[in-house]
């Protein structure tokens, strides 16, 4: 099992390399020069263009810049953006909102999803049933950023039981809407996902042995036809916690969250190489170590699964 | 189990709700601070006036120092720290400063600070983004080369300490208009010993002083306080502002509506048509010096000469901009009448030759056709733009009229990045006609005219070159009042309205909003809140 670890740990360095090189070269491969962007529509002196550009290794090739990127990585020097600041000081600040964001969202999608899953499976077929599919299909059907305006306009505006923005208080509190909405979607996937395995795995041998057997119906539920039925459920969740985090820049962008997406939004338009992949590369670490939780999890959950 | 599953659902429902009442519990409070929240956006740069060349940090470097003027919300200037402005040619310059003036660390503001600041600008190694406005300022040239053959530039002179003088290379009644402009700030001695801490905690003269503890969240918010210490003529009237950084309009708009934001100085596009009925007399408008143009290469194909001219007429009078306006910004941009914008002193919408840009669909087709007897019109028309800053839709709008009117194929060229853009048109590459604007830096019209049409600016995107205009141009530019400068401006503004080297489309205004906790609240000539009067 630890060796296990390991390897898949390793097994990062890689991605990790080759994830970089592909970010570098396509912010690098972004037309336009950054710098004259700085100057907007004014004037910018030759000599003060060529200082920036040399200040923040733009003037260098493109693999000089990248290992120079790469040697300060392995300082734990990430660089600085434009406005002069340290990228990892950014980091610092933004990672842990969406993390905090993303994590929310995904236990809220996974607690409900899964409760309403199971209470579907084990009716296929019923009203309580036919009333859940076409809510989870209205919720799939609708983009994010509607159901953020919706909620925001309604619930904080309108009617003011919630916080309209979030800004730079980032409590459970002002959290909670915008995490409703950012798992709204993946509550609606977890719930499809979950009552289907349940009503597969609802007449299963096994199951009808655990019933013979004289186990209690709220047993059978929870520890035979629920631990089996969740595998594909936490491949889904897992990977989503990776999504969500990348992908909560609507959300973020709606009720003006200072996390992740701003932040790469911003570094994206001006094109300033060292953020972008700082914060790119991050998610992907996170997006690898979520899968390999999966992975272990998938053990816990199936007795025939091992690792070695 | 059905009972269960019932009883935790309730439970969970109600879990949940009670969240988000405690959310909204929580909300409340922080909207009481007895601080102004205006909206803002994370300064791009460190807070250094040299270095500040967007409004996110323009807005709170102007808060937090005072220049020799300052301009009131209609664009007039005022005298703050200069006790008096001397030149006899417009070129040659003695200033006298007000003595007893502080930095809020308690060192004098003396003509050293100024003097300094303004070599620490314009001095090439130190890469400051504004250092091309001390161009006619003597030895410029010297400073502003890598390697730089002097340190400091020999047209600044100390006399005392509330003296110097400033000799230019060619006179200019801009140069004295502009010293409000916040790249010609002082600094204080403790600047030069660590420039870039300073720029994250600066020490000003101006009528603001950063407040206390941690004013500067970063990409949250960044409050200030009055300075107790500030003897100008625009004192705080508020008991501080909070800047709160915004991701979208869109956002921040829901803050104001919910009176979580005091001021919000642009509403978004997407309340254009319905912000008036929201915000009822909270809902404020007001002309700012901000243009939008499409410029038209020099080099373009058919656009040279006799029949260029005939071309570019005849386009600019094939555009409906009234319609437009009215139609994609719901009145909030005004149909341009000349090259400046009309919150500016001295502006003249009744130019000579104005008539080019209102809409006269005959008199188009007939211009047009003229062009054609020169040289038969081939090709398509195409206007690039950059769809990362909201314009396609004018730009659609602008080319259909176009087409309408002259029966020509004319479109829209999108790019994606507004940086992109601007490459092609610095480069020379871009082959077609482009939108462009400028954004007054201070309440000026030589402003809107020096940089992009005399012949030698750098910024001349259209490579516009006339000798007739630069002459007249340099004359108003060396005029000895205002109001003769404003007329000399216009007989310049007659020729580039003869010789259309760009086509002026709109004029903004801006609409901005407040919320009902305000009790008064202006709009400035630059589109921004006048910061120092707004009261709650």
Known sequence: MAWY????????????????????????????????????????TPAVADQLRARYNLDKPFLVQYLLYLKGILTLDFG???????????????FPVTLKLAIMAVAIESVFGIFFGVFAGLRKGKLFDSTLLVVSLIIIAVPIFVVGFLAQFFLGVKWGIAPVTVGGDASFGRLLVPAIVLGSLSFAYVLRLTRNSVAENKDADYVRTATAKGLSRRRVVTVHILRNSLIPVVTFVGADLGALMGGAIVTEGIFNINGVGGALYQAVTRGEPPTVVSFVTVLVVIFLLANLLVDLLYAALDPRIRYV | MLRITRTTAFAAALVLT????????????????????????????????????????????????????????????HDEMAESIETTDSQNYTIKIKPDWTFTDGTPVTAKSFVDAWNYGALATNAQLQSYVFTLIQGYDDVSVAPPKAQTMSGLKVIDDTTFTVALTQPSIDFELGLGYAPFYPLPEAAYKDMKAFGNNPIGNGPYKFAEGNAW??????????????????PAKNEGLSFVFYQSFDTAYADLQADNLDFLDTIPDSALATFKQDLGDRAIEAPTAQDQWIGIPANLAHFAGEEGNL??????????????????????????KDFTSSSLPGYNGNLLGSEVLTYDPEGAKKLWAQADAISPWSGQFQIAYNSDGGHQAWIEAVTNSIKNTLGIEAVGAAYPTFKQVRDEITGRTIGKAFRYGWQGDYPSMLQFLTPNFLSNSPTNDVDYKSP????????????KTPEESYGLTAQAQEVLLRDLPAIPIFDYIASAGRSTNVTHAELAWNGLA?????TK
Not at chain 1, 88 to 94: N, Q, T, Y
Not at chain 2, 313 to 331: L, P, T, V
Not at chain 2, 468 to 479: I, P, Q, R, S
């Open chain 2, 18 to 77: 009670a969240g988000i009442g405690l959310a909204g519990c929580s909300s409340d409070s922080g909207s009481k601070s007895k601080y102004v929240t205006v909206n803002g956006s994370e300064p791009q740069n460190p807070l250094v006036p040299t270095n500040t060349n967007e409004n996110g940090g323009g807005r709170v470097v102007d808060r937090l120092f005072a220049g020799l003027k300052y301009y009131d919300a209609k664009g007039d200037p």
């Open chain 1, 5 to 44: 670890i390991v390897r898949r740990l390793l097994q990062m360095i890689p991605v990790f390399l080759g994830a970089t090189l592909l970010i570098y070269g396509m912010v690098f491969l972004v037309p336009g020069d950054p710098i004259q962007a700085l100057a907007g529509s004014k004037p910018l």
């Open chain 2, 311 to 336: 071309r570019k007429q005849a386009i600019s009078k094939a555009i409906n901009r009234e319609q437009i306006s009215q139609n994609i910004f719901h009145g909030t941009r005004l149909s341009a």
């Open chain 1, 80 to 94: 600085t953006s434009f406005s002069g600041r340290p990228v990892s000081e950014e980091l610092a600040r933004a």
């Open chain 2, 530 to 534: 006048d910061f120092e009067t707004l």
């Open chain 2, 468 to 479: 007739e205009f630069d002459a007249k141009l340099n004359a108003a530019l060396a005029a």
């Open chain 2, 217 to 234: 969240e970063h990409n949250v918010k960044l409050d200030v306080v009055p300075n107790p210490d500030y003897k100008g003529g625009r």
